[in-house]
């Protein structure tokens, strides 16, 4: 996967610990991570490329998280840059305050990285800023769109060009029913012309290289609707 492809998540601490445990952290979860030891690094390197998303220590020396935070706030380029705030269990008054002053976000130390990471997930998604990079799932499937690597149950799947386009698309929107025209629309694009039922040819490809044997059929036809990637519940627990 190119670095380029990786959302890019910059973190501003002077704890040299806690940033290379973070640092390991979210490389290992597909980020791309540059760390600044102090606010005036942090404005510099934002200015020379804006990250995807900000993890700003509360306490720096020189300039405050705080001050760090209002600045990016009155920049138009950095108006919306997600910021997640760390802050200490006694500052937590403080916290507030930071997210009076623009912050998205802010998560106690000590936490944990599973705490942090679903965080920025979920900081990515409601800012809409990556999440066409961020990993897909579904039931037991999962798609990575950075490196376009599809896995069911632990094995890689190989989909042609447009089932891979397809399942990406009902990923991004699950258990909601689609007509071919969305669909059509969505994969294909509204300007070329294709026949509504080669939707259902590329679903049927679609099938056949996602379910293995004994897999439960995730893509669900609904009847004079269309499409959804959905599966039945009671099935399910009795398979
Ligand atoms: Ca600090």
Redesign the pocket.
């Known amino acids: 996967m190119s670095e380029s492809n990786k959302p890019y998540i910059l973190i501003v601490?002077?704890?040299a610990p806690?940033v290379t445990l973070l640092r390991y952290n979210l490389e290992k979860q597909g980020f791309r991570v540059e760390d600044a030891g102090d606010g005036g690094e942090a404005l510099t390197r934002i200015t020379e490329a804006a990250p995807d998303l900000l993890l700003l220590?509360?306490?720096?020396?020189t300039m405050s998280g705080i001050e760090v935070c209002r600045q990016l706030r009155r920049r138009p380029a950095t108006r919306t840059l997600p910021i997640i705030m760390?802050t200490a269990r006694a500052e937590d008054q403080d916290a507030v305050r930071g997210l009076d002053t623009g912050a998205d976000d802010y998560i106690t130390k000590p936490f944990s990285t599973e705490a942090l990471i679903a965080r920025i997930r979920a900081l990515l998604r409601r800012s809409g800023s990556v999440p066409q990079k961020l990993k897909l799932s579904f039931h037991d499937i999962s798609l990575d769109p950075a490196s376009h690597r599809v896995i069911r149950n632990g094995r890689a799947l190989h989909l042609g060009p447009t089932e891979f386009r397809l399942l990406e698309f009902f990923l991004r929107h699950p258990k909601r029913v689609f007509s071919r025209e969305d669909v059509l629309n969505a994969v294909w694009g509204r300007d070329i012309h294709v026949e509504p039922r080669t939707v259902d040819v590329h679903i049927r490809r679609l099938r056949k290289a996602i379910n293995g044997p004994g897999e439960m059929d995730v893509v669900r036809t609904v009847r004079a609707a269309g499409y959804a990637l959905d599966y039945d519940e009671s099935a399910s627990t009795a398979a």
């Open positions: 601490e002077d704890e806690l220590d509360w306490m720096l020396p760390l």
